[in-house]
């Protein structure tokens, strides 16, 4: 009955340029479709959003007895901001942008993960309760080339609640043999869908 009138499309228009207006350093505008609606694909497509991986949540058990961590971990700070922007992707929705940073570090529950001996930071976390998954913890993460399952396993030891929920690109392969082999299952699958913003005079 709304379909083909033309409100999805000016939903999303809206919707950018609020996001353009509350936050002039915006560099890419993303939105997630779920796997079995082939039409939504083609709808964002034609809005000029190109599809750039497939994003898989992963649902399980929270170890009884977690693998002791063998990172350092302590509170993320601002200063670490730096540091973070040149970590791998956030594995859900990625994080190039300062003011991004800055507002997932004040929220809280963030960590920052270093090796012992040459204190590198290598990794970060950042834990939120999952409210649709029970007594279950969403966990979003960064890292350095090859520390990826180190910075998993640093995020179940941190984890307290009896399940826990990760979104990872498919494109991770260690990590999601990784949460496979640990009893995690495939609960839920996305494409994430992004575009350029475009400011006036580009």
Known sequence: ???????????VAKSEETFVSLNRALTHFAIALKTHSMDAISFVEGLGYGIQSLILRLD???????????????????????????????????RRDRDAWEYTIRGGNCYALSEPESNMVVGFIHLEPAPDAGDATVISFSYREGYGRDVVKAALY??????????????????????????????????????????SGE
């Open 1 to 11: 009955m709304w379909r083909n009138k033309g409100i999805g499309r000016e939903l």
């Open 60 to 94: 399980g058990p929270t170890a009884v007895q977690p693998e002791e961590c063998e990172l350092q971990m302590g509170i993320a700070r601002l200063e670490h901001i730096p540091l973070f922007i040149h970590l791998e992707p956030d594995t859900y929705w990625g």
């Open 158 to 199: 941190e984890t307290k609640t009896e399940k826990t929920v990760f979104w990872v690109q498919d494109s991770h392969e260690e990590i999601l043999d990784y949460l496979y082999a640990e009893g995690f299952i495939r609960a839920e699958s996305e494409f994430l869908a992004k575009k350029r913003v475009m400011y």
